[in-house]
């Protein structure tokens, strides 16, 4: 009998919640939940553009990422007493900031630019996923902000993204691993998709065997699935049901 450590079927996710507008501050906000993995995310309006972009007639979406010292079982440093930020952090910021760019059109944003903060208060697995999810929500409040200060006229949002992890433990596919399933996991993938059935990105690792093309299908199948039920859980956090 195939047991995973929190009990979960191989198909279940842990519980997740978006809870959006959770700060006073921020023009978009959310407190995304997967399980013992919390991300706080918030979007924030900037009128000032890279150089390369000004007068350009587009807006962009850039994205941070940073993990607290305290949201893993050991303290770590922060990444700015080390001077810059590491291989792994500005992979996750890339990444982030790819998927909500690729859901946006960004001449409808105009000349504005939103920059979204993933902060990791509490980290169990899944903490780039569990970003780009509530990012999305943040970034809807953000682009809500815009349109009800008349700073743009159309919604530049086309699409919803969400992101999961799957991979292979103890030779099964299994979807939202958290740490212990991760940390010993055959395969190691993280899918970000969006509500139209489209693919953004796809990064899928072996970190002991190659898996095979029909392990690769089940995984994607298990993605499919699970982004389906988080663009729900997005939906209702911004009352769009």
């Given at each position: 009998?195939?047991n995973r450590p929190?009990?979960?079927?191989?198909?279940?996710?842990?519980?997740?919640s978006?809870?959006?507008q959770i700060?006073?501050?921020?023009e978009g906000s959310?407190?995304a939940?997967f399980g013992?993995?919390?991300?706080?995310?918030?979007?924030?309006v900037?009128?000032?553009?890279?150089?390369?972009l000004?007068?350009?007639?587009?807006?962009?979406?850039t994205?941070?990422y940073?993990?607290?010292p305290?949201?893993?079982h050991s303290?770590m440093?922060?990444?700015v007493?080390?001077?810059?930020?590491?291989?792994r952090?500005?992979?996750i910021?890339?990444?982030i900031?790819?998927?909500?760019?690729s859901i946006?059109?960004?001449?409808?944003?105009?000349?504005?630019q939103?920059?979204?903060?993933?902060?990791?208060?509490?980290?169990?697995?899944?903490?780039?996923?569990a970003?780009i999810t509530?990012?999305?929500?943040?970034?809807?409040?953000?682009?809500n902000?815009l349109?009800?200060?008349?700073?743009?006229?159309?919604n530049p949002i086309l699409?919803q993204?969400?992101?999961?992890s799957?991979?292979i433990w103890?030779n099964?596919?299994?979807?939202?691993?958290?740490?212990?399933?991760?940390?010993s996991a055959?395969?190691?993938?993280n899918f970000?998709?969006?509500?139209?059935?489209?693919?953004?990105e796809i990064?899928?690792t072996?970190?002991?065997?190659?898996f095979?093309k029909?392990?690769?299908l089940?995984l994607?199948?298990l993605?499919e699935?699970?982004?389906k039920?988080?663009?729900k859980?997005q939906r209702?956090?911004l009352?769009?049901d």
């Open positions: 009998m195939f929190s009990n979960r079927q191989y198909n279940e996710m842990r519980e997740i978006l809870t959006s700060s006073p501050y921020a959310c407190m939940k013992n993995t919390h991300v706080f995310c918030t979007a924030s900037d009128v000032k553009l890279p150089p390369w000004r007068n350009s007639g587009k807006g962009w979406i994205a941070e940073g993990m607290l305290r949201s893993t303290r440093d922060r990444e007493v080390k001077g810059k930020p590491s291989g952090t500005q992979e910021q890339r990444l900031g790819r998927s909500l760019r946006v059109d960004l001449k409808k944003l105009g000349e504005n939103i920059k979204i903060d993933c902060d990791v208060i509490q980290a169990d697995g899944g903490t780039r996923t970003s509530g990012a999305w929500v943040a970034l809807y409040d953000a682009i902000f349109l009800k200060s008349g700073k743009i006229s159309e699409d993204v969400s992101a999961i799957c991979g103890k099964k596919e299994i979807i939202d691993l958290d740490y212990e399933e991760d940390s055959e395969t190691d993938g970000v998709m969006t509500a139209n059935n489209g693919i953004v990064q899928t072996a970190e002991e065997k190659p095979n029909e392990q690769f089940n994607l199948e993605a699935h699970g982004t039920s988080i663009f859980i209702h956090a009352n769009l």
